[in-house]
């Protein structure tokens, strides 16, 4: 299986004015992320702002500036950052499974998406970036086939199938589980554990019926 690192996010996704050289700098990008994070956990992103992410972060503002433009700069490179996490994280439960193990593939990804939900600081609020831009990750694709191109990647080299009807099937899935989690978390703010089981089995049985089930 081919080591994927980080999700297929354009350079361009992470609107940072620069590049932190230094690994002060990058240590100071990181503060900012996390303290945009905490804050929009509290806040919401609304009421979010630099000045407030600076003054969490323990930066002068003009040092946010540096790095990014605006908040939504801000929160973009979260975003991104939590992609790269959710692949990440993704990839290291596919190493550990054989070609034979196909379901467990859709339990994984699920299960590593709702555990973010529940822990990562702020993802609970903007997940992927839909609710601030459907183009947040990348300005020529929605939020979604960011994340179905980067699962398609991922899944490819765990199933002999056409790349093509993966990247098609798992769009299909992907916008099914969508929704049935939006539901979940709707009903139960820690997500309602028989809706996301549902949500299993209904993007499993899709699943079975494009690609037949491997034993």
Do not use: C
Not at 157 to 172: N, W
């Amino acid at each position: 299986m081919s080591d994927i690192q980080a999700a297929k996010v354009p350079a361009e996704a992470t609107p940072l004015r620069r590049q932190p050289v230094q690994q002060r700098s990058a240590k100071r990008v990181e503060q900012m992320l996390d303290a945009s994070a905490a804050l929009i956990d509290e806040l919401g992103y609304d009421a979010l702002t630099t000045t407030l992410i600076a003054k969490r972060a323990g930066v002068a503002v003009g040092s946010l500036y540096q790095f990014f433009p605006d908040k939504r700069a801000v929160v973009q490179a979260l975003t991104a950052r939590n992609l790269e996490r959710f692949v990440g994280a993704v990839n290291e439960r596919l190493k550990q499974l054989g070609p034979e193990h196909w379901w467990d593939v859709v339990d994984s990804i699920l299960d590593i998406y709702l555990e973010m939900h529940r822990s990562v600081p702020g993802f609970s609020k903007v997940h992927f970036g839909d609710i601030i831009d459907r183009q947040l990750l990348d300005e020529t694709r929605d939020n979604n086939a960011v994340i179905v191109d980067s699962l398609t990647d991922l899944v490819s080299t765990q199933v002999d199938r056409p790349v093509e009807d993966l990247r098609f099937a798992i769009g299909i899935a992907n916008e099914v589980a969508d929704a049935l989690l939006k539901l979940a978390f709707r009903k139960e703010p820690s997500g309602d554990e028989k809706i996301v089981a549902e949500a299993k089995y209904v993007v499993k049985g899709y699943l079975a019926a494009r690609f037949g089930e491997q034993s």
